[in-house]
């Protein structure tokens, strides 16, 4: 019997045994590098690679579409002031995606309190975790959430740029302005047992991932340890592999790809949630 199961989180600690499973997953996510080896030996007369097996084919064609590889969500994907248009406090934005240092820039922050209410009269009505991007010298236009209408894109750059004048290349700030309506400081992010809930009811589409793969290298075996960014209202923004001892892209990619359609609950806190989910595939070592 071949087992799944997911190893130790920390301080979100799962711990679960997946068996006997089967179903499929679909849709982009991550990279497929060159075919894996294969796991039996070939005859020695063999001077021709075999194929790509159809489950490499499927997989290598998902997970090199443009944009896929590298893609973080914005507005995150890059260093920038990061200011909360209606909570009271200076904004920390996670760190995500390899980039690790946000700006923290305190005159910034300070040049944009007085404008706050003018900034959360712009945002009113947008839902939880919407943002505008701009630049304080309007060098272009200013960037927004999917769905959020022109006139709040324009409303928030018109107020930015004119609490931070340009006076000069070192005055130009990349401002990120979001509308976070419900952040709580010192709550969970997502409990451990929302996250092993999820993990148990889309069990199936792990199995459906590594069955698929075993047909093609019988025995295969290891760990692999997706990081997931869950977005505010619980969807998944981006999956990515963390770790991984199975030498096997296509296989990492296919259980990315299932996690990438997970809805998961809002985040407790009001904000995003970065959840690392170790997956242990074969039977377990003595």
């Not at 989180?9 to 799962?14: E, F, I, N, Q």
């Not at 997953?25 to 001077?47: D, I, L, N, W």
């Not at 920390?92 to 309190?113: K, M, N, Y």
Request: with cysteine; hydrophobic share 40%.
């Amino acid at each position: 019997m071949r087992f799944i199961s997911t190893g130790s989180l920390g301080a979100r600690a799962l711990s679960l045994v997946f068996a006997s499973c089967a179903s499929s997953a679909a849709g982009p996510a991550g990279e497929v590098a060159e075919r894996p080896p294969q796991r039996s030996a070939a005859p020695a007369q063999a001077a021709v690679e075999k194929p790509l097996s159809a489950y490499e084919r499927r997989w290598a064609s998902a997970c090199t579409e443009p944009g896929a590889l590298g893609r973080c969500p914005a507005p995150f994907d890059r260093p920038g002031v990061f200011f909360d248009a209606k909570g009271n406090d200076q904004y920390t934005p996670p760190a995500l995606c390899g980039v690790v240092e946000q700006t923290t820039d305190r005159a910034t922050s300070a040049a944009l309190e007085p404008k706050r209410k003018a900034l959360r009269a712009c945002v009113r009505g947008a839902e939880h975790g919407a943002w505008v991007d701009v630049v304080s010298d309007g060098s272009r236009p200013a960037n927004a959430s999917p769905g959020l209408p022109p006139r709040v894109a324009s409303c928030v750059a018109k107020v930015v740029q004119g609490a931070l004048p340009s006076t000069g290349p070192s005055s130009v700030k990349r401002v990120v302005v979001l509308s976070l309506d419900s952040a709580r400081d010192g709550t969970a992010t997502l409990s451990n047992e929302s996250v092993s809930a999820m993990i148990s009811a889309h069990a199936d589409e792990v199995g459906a991932c590594y069955d698929a793969a075993l047909a093609v290298w019988p025995g295969l075996r290891g760990r692999m340890a997706p990081s997931v960014v869950v977005w505010f209202d619980g969807s998944v923004a981006f999956v990515r592999t963390q770790e991984s001892s199975l030498d096997n892209p296509a296989l990492e990619c296919c259980i990315n790809t299932a996690v990438r359609s997970w809805q998961f609950g809002p985040p407790e806190d009001g904000n995003i949630a970065i959840v690392s989910l170790p997956f242990v595939l074969g039977p377990q070592q003595p």
